[in-house]
């Protein structure tokens, strides 16, 4: 074989850069982006970073931490895109509707957020945000602690929901509800009847504005019973 045919061996090829976890995330990101969260697998993050599988295990314990290292990283521009200005309730619900915002944007990362929890650097620094803004509204201690799980549960289970769901499907299972309410028997279904047009009523903002006062004013109201008891 002449020379200039000779395939270079392995020492001269150049490097491959360290695998670190971030670097991992990293990779497994491009590929949610592009080809969907059924596709972000170990094996097919090692294919892109041209390593096996199992080299991948030193830095993700396992398909679980991988997708909440996924979703911490999503989180991090939440908190600094955040208003610094307003009442402590209104920032804390504009904070709110930034962390429903990135799941409303990612669908099968908001399915998976009902059963992963993240862990991470910003996950945490997200829930450092809700506490403060809590504390400066003068709810701590367990009201504040619980409370924060009802804060994050609503918009995730929201998205969850909706992101099953192409646009399409939601206006026609919207439509088929709104015609059933309007025929509903009022002598079986008497509130049904009464309150058919405020069941549908109200857009996604208002609706959700509306359930996140609800959330802080029982929160607040358990903060106080706490703190005189």
Known sequence: MPKDEVHPSRRERPAKPALTRQGIVEAALVILRDEGLNKVTMRRIATALDTGPASLYVYVRNTGDLHAQILDALLGAVGSSAPAT???RDRLKALLRNYAAVLFSH??????????HPSGPNYLALVEAVLALLDEGGVTGRAA????DLLLLYPT???AEHSA????????EFSALTDQ???ADASLYPHIALL????MAGDGFSRSDWAFNV???????????????
Request: hydrophobic residues 45%; without cysteine; aromatic residues 4%.
């Open 86 to 88: 307003g009442t402590w």
């Open 107 to 116: 669908p099968e990362i908001a399915r998976m957020a009902l059963s992963t």
């Open 145 to 148: 602690s619980w409370g924060v």
């Open 157 to 159: 289970a929201a998205a």
């Open 165 to 172: 769901k192409s646009p399409a499907q939601e206006a026609e």
């Open 181 to 183: 309410i309007a025929s």
């Open 196 to 199: 058919g047009d405020e069941l």
């Open 215 to 229: 959330l802080l004013d029982g929160i607040v109201a358990a903060g106080t019973r706490t703190s005189n008891e």
